[in-house]
Each structure stands twice: as structure tokens, then as C-alpha cells.
């Protein structure tokens, strides 16, 4: 699927480059229910946003990331990464640059595949080395935002990733088969968030993303 979308990508003629990409990342994810995509914010802006998370980290602005119904002591085991949410008022203006593609793209998910997407919900993600996160569905079955997420982004920001340094994203396409995707700098993957388990390897290296969620609607119990 991915060489699929590389192979339509050099034959889109458009001065608009932008949204050529965003109707190819539309086209998969549509095909596919995933979309693995390459260079999704310049390099700049990738580097810059990588400094603000090991900046935010540094200055122990990130907490670690919780899971839920469990204690401190248990989440660390099954989910090591640090996070900070991020606010859509932002000043920052590499954190600008990411909303407006992820509204670009919000706008083009209800348009073209009518996903009515209301919000969107993001943190910054900092794992230590060695941190993981274990096989898990985005969707929670429980608390007042559960099935909430429809689509699940995750943005890489770390340069030169080699397949050396672990890390990968493990997505399950069925029970046997997966993908594991390297978090190298300016990868976007975009998932339906009920429909694929996943899971984050340990990694050699400390390793900074950018997580996404697109919401439906707010507070549903189910
Ligand atoms: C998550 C998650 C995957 C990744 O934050 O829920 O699964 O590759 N992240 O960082
Ligand atoms: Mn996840």
C-alpha cells in the first residue's frame, strides 16, 4: 500500500504539492483503514518541533503518560513514554505549522470520507530508552471518551532512525500479520483507531513523536 501511494504520487501533476499529498494520504487510508506516510511537514519544521519535545523533557515539562484504570507503578510496564498535551493556542510556531496540515487534513477526512471528525486531541511523546508500550487499541472500552477516537496519527521526529535502534511501531493488520514502521524523522502514520492493535518496541535511543487523535463527538458513555 505504501509503494502504492509512492507510485500515484509521481503522477499527480499539481502546483499544489500540499494538498496533492493529502489527497493520496485520503486515497490509502480509504483503500487500506492505514496510510504510511513519508516527509509530512518540512525537515525544518521536523527538527524544530523535535528540539521543542527534548526541550519540554528537559525542563521536566512532561509527565509519564498514564493508561487509565491502573496504578503508577503498573503503567511504567506497560507504557513508558512522557507526555505534554498540546494546546491549539500554541504560540510556538512549529506547533502552528502541525495543526493547520492536521486541520487540513480533518477538513478533507469529513469531506471525502465523511468521518465527521469534531476535534482533535495531541500530545507530545518523549520515550526513554528502553520505554515501550505494549499491544493496545486506541479505543478505550470504558470512561466518558470511550470510541471517541476515530482516527489515530502519530508523527516521528527523530532524525537519522536507524533499524538498528529499534523503536518500531508494530501494526497489526489481522491476528499474525504486522508492519513494524521505523519512527524516523517526518513519517506520519494514520490508523482507524478501533480497527488496529499496535504497540511501540523498546528502542536503543530516546525517541520523540507527535500523537494525534481525530475525536467524533465528546463525552459518550458507553
Ligand atoms: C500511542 C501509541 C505509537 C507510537 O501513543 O497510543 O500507540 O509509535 N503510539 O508512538
Ligand atoms: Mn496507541
Known sequence: ????????????????????????????????????????????????????????????????????????????????????WLDEQDENSDIQAYFKKMHTLKDMLNQQLFMNIQSLETHLALYPIGGAYLRHLDQFSYGTNAKSRQLS??????????????????????????????????????????????EVRPAKRERASITGWFRSRDSLIF
Do not use: C
Open 1 to 84: 500500500m505504501h509503494a502504492n501511494a509512492r507510485w500515484y504520487n509521481r503522477t499527480v501533476i499539481t502546483q499544489n504539492k500540499q494538498q496533492a499529498d493529502i489527497d493520496l494520504i485520503i486515497q490509502s487510508l480509504s483503500e487500506n483503514g492505514y496510510v504510511v506516510w513519508d516527509n509530512f511537514l518540512s525537515a525544518s519544521i521536523i527538527a524544530a518541533l523535535r528540539d521543542e519535545t527534548h526541550k519540554r523533557y528537559g525542563n521536566h515539562n512532561m509527565r509519564a503518560a498514564k493508561t487509565g484504570l491502573i496504578n503508577q507503578a503498573q503503567q511504567s510496564a506497560i507504557r513508558g513514554d512522557h507526555i505534554t
Open 153 to 198: 496519527s502519530i508523527l516521528y521526529l527523530n532524525s537519522n532512525w536507524q533499524a538498528d535502534d529499534g523503536g518500531e511501531l508494530r501494526l497489526y493488520l489481522d491476528e499474525i500479520d504486522y508492519l513494524d514502521i521505523l519512527p524516523a524523522a517526518g513519517k506520519l502514520v494514520l490508523f482507524l483507531s478501533a480497527n488496529f492493535w499496535h
